[in-house]
């Protein structure tokens, strides 16, 4: 199976990312994080981008929050599959990021989740790896019917 990347843009990022390696986890996903920031280190975020492919990653989920350029800046460099996450910061809630990471130009796809949506992000990731994985598409199913009966138990069991 490939690996998929966790790329944040700062370890204040780490809450977020958390909810990812859960996710990966339980799916039994191999993944690789690092810290690199489009603007703090952009010669690393370049080189892991360029080299992604050849190193083994079939996806890579990239975090960062404010002047969100992270997730664009990996885009343009690799042609691997790149999910955004916009994360909260205290000043405009996480708005600044989501519009600096979902309004990408034509041609440098970025598959922008929610703000904060690290769980998403990497079922997002396990979907683009499951495309060819019969065994990854059966956890993911099983997955979903987990997640369905604990709301149809938590329906039956509700007092108001
Ligand atoms: C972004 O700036 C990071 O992704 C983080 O969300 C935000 C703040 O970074 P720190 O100042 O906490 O390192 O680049």
Known sequence: MKKV???MGSDSDLPVL?????????????YEAHIYSA??????AHDFAANARKN????I????GMAAHLAGVVAANTTLPVIGIPCKSAVFD???????????PSGIPVAT????????????AAEILAVEDEELAGKLSAKRAADKAKVLEKDSNLKL
Do not use: W
Request: aromatic share 4%; net charge negative; glycine share 12%.
């Open 56 to 59: 083994g990653f079939g996806a």
């Open 39 to 44: 603007h703090r280190t952009p010669d690393e």
């Open 113 to 124: 989740v929610a703000v904060n949506g690290g769980a998403n992000a990497a079922l997002l």
């Open 18 to 30: 958390e909810k990812s390696a859960a996710v990966f986890k339980e799916l039994g996903i191999p």
């Open 5 to 7: 990347a966790i790329v």
């Open 94 to 104: 996480g708005m600044d990021a989501l519009l600096a990471t979902v309004q990408m």
């Open 61 to 64: 989920i990239c975090a960062a």
